[in-house]
T-cell receptor, first 116, second 116 residues
Framework: AQSVTQLGSHVSVSEGALVLLRCNYSSSVPPYLFWYVQYPNQGLQLLLKYTSAATLVKGINGFEAEFKKSETSFHLTKPSAHMSDAAEYFC??????????????FGTGTRLLVSP | GAVVSQHPSRVICKSGTSVKIECRSL??????MFWYRQFPKQSLMLMATSNEGSKATYEQGVEKDKFLINHASLTLSTLTVTSAHPEDSSFYIC????????????FGPGTRLTVL
């Protein structure tokens, strides 16, 4: 079984500051890990994913995340926040499946607030 | 590429009526589609997984007779909420899996259902 814990339902940063959104996972099998962003009243957009290649994963809009197996973490970072980054961010985990799709299990989400 | 659409984007209906929501993969064939439900300020909860040409697999606690899912083609899945009640009001989001890329789901923009 898989689960995800996102620490902090809200994170506030100033424009230009470092963004750090925390995600810890639990998985009984090797995981795939994902970060998605959701803007109000919209679906989810994939930011980046870890699928057992490089542990440091670079995504869109300047975001990156590092898979740390020893810490069971997959934190999302961005060096410099923009106002447009304000949104809800979801971390998700799935089992590494060899046949067919595996279910995504989502964290509870972190709302990123960016102030001028 | 990998665009998923949903129709309608918003629907308001009276209690007791049925509502159909369509999910389409516009530029790829989706062997697997997923339906999620999201309550305000909460995470996504998987309702069911549908594979083209076969019956959907429902998550525990989801009433299959109330939430009818049909995946008749590789580009279309439908969710019908039967005899809708106010507690069914929610944001419904579908996702589609791209054949050959098992680990990634592409999400539609969501449908806001309000039952009066």
């Amino acid at each position: 079984a898989q689960s995800v814990t996102q620490l902090g339902s809200h994170v506030s940063v100033s424009e230009g500051a470092l963004v750090l959104l925390r995600c810890n996972y639990s998985s009984s099998v090797p995981p795939y890990l994902f970060w998605y962003v959701q803007y109000p009243n919209q679906g989810l957009q994939l930011l980046l994913k870890y699928t057992s290649a490089a542990t440091l994963v670079k995504g869109i809009n300047g975001f990156e995340a590092e898979f740390k197996k020893s810490e069971t973490s997959f934190h999302l970072t961005k060096p410099s926040a923009h106002m447009s980054d304000a949104a809800e961010y979801f971390c998700a985990v799935s089992a590494r499946g060899y046949t067919g799709f595996q279910k995504l299990v989502f964290g509870t989400g972190t709302r990123l607030l960016v102030s001028p | 590429g990998a665009v998923v659409s949903q129709h309608p984007s918003r629907v308001i209906c009276k209690s007791g009526t049925s509502v159909k929501i369509e999910c389409r993969s516009l530029d790829f064939q989706a062997t697997t589609m997923f339906w999620y439900r999201q309550f305000p300020k909460q995470s996504l909860m998987l309702m069911a997984t549908s594979n083209e040409g076969s019956k959907a697999t429902y998550e525990q606690g989801v009433e299959k007779d109330k939430f009818l899912i049909n995946h008749a083609s590789l580009t279309l899945s439908t969710l019908t909420v039967t005899s809708a009640h106010p507690e069914d009001s929610s944001f419904y989001i579908c996702s589609a899996g791209l054949a050959g890329i098992r680990d990634t789901q592409y999400f539609g923009p969501g449908t806001r259902l309000t039952v009066l």
